[in-house]
T-cell receptor, first 115, second 112 residues
Framework: EAEVAQSPRYKITEKSQAVAFWCDPI?????LYWYRQILGQGPELLVQ????????DSQLPKDRFSAERLKGVDSTLKIQPAELGDSAMYLC?????????????FGPGTRLLVL | KQEVTQIPAALSVPEGENLVLNCSFT??????LQWFRQDPGKGLTSLLL?????REQTSGRLNASLDKSSGRSTLYIAASQPGDSATYLC???????????FGSGTRLLVRP
């Protein structure tokens, strides 16, 4: 069964450093999501792509976070500079839409610890 | 602004017990509601998805109900097993977008 791939699985960095996360969605899925999940909370959407275009980035802290999906396939989320409060799980999800119905499939996540 | 609340935040039960997890949402204009399972340090696995026109969905020992007018959903787990131990999250999708709004989850521990 096809899965969403993410790397790295774990990342430890010092504050003010740059970090990058990669996501490879399920083949053929046009929609890709990045979520941030702080420990003990539910995931919160950071950015949504439809193919290579950003559909929703209203919750993305644009002063330090950036996301791209250049060819409409895999995606990279970058943080520069990282802050202590960025420690969280970063989840990627992808979906396809059939007749208005959609199911999001989640990757295993990247756990970030900022020291 | 849609808000999703899950009660209780944590639950510990002995093996074999039937249990109910609760989810409430403030805006009834939803397209669907989904229940997910998350194991520690892992991603999310979709368990059940209920369209706004549906009242319930069943999969094995799991049954999810939806009362859209009152803004409530429940996840019923029958004959709980230690392997059911995980965090259970509910999420709603608004009519107007594909964005999912999640609750904070219920951490379930099933004791052998």
């Amino acid at each position: 069964e096809a899965e969403v791939a993410q790397s790295p699985r774990y990342k430890i960095t010092e504050k003010s450093q740059a970090v990058a996360f990669w996501c490879d969605p399920i083949s053929g899925h046009a929609t890709l999501y990045w979520y941030r999940q702080i420990l003990g909370q539910g995931p919160e959407l950071l950015v949504q792509f439809q193919d290579e275009s950003v559909v929703d980035d209203s919750q993305l802290p644009k002063d330090r976070f950036s996301a791209e999906r250049l060819k409409g396939v895999d995606s990279t989320l970058k943080i520069q500079p990282a802050e202590l409060g960025d420690s969280a799980m970063y989840l990627c999800a992808s979906s396809s839409r059939t007749g208005g119905r959609e199911t999001q499939y989640f990757g295993p996540g990247t756990r970030l610890l900022v020291l | 602004k849609q808000e999703v609340t899950q009660i209780p935040a944590a639950l510990s039960v002995p093996e074999g017990e039937n249990l109910v997890l609760n989810c409430s949402f403030t805006d009834s204009a939803i397209y669907n509601l989904q229940w997910f399972r998350q194991d520690p340090g892992k991603g999310l696995t979709s368990l059940l998805l209920i369209q706004s026109s549906q009242r319930e969905q069943t999969s094995g020992r799991l049954n999810a109900s939806l009362d859209k007018s009152s803004g409530r959903s429940t996840l019923y787990i029958a004959a709980s097993q230690p392997g059911d131990s995980a965090t259970y999250l509910c999420a709603v999708r608004a009519d107007s977008s594909y964005k999912l709004i999640f609750g904070s989850g219920t951490r379930l521990l099933v004791r052998p």
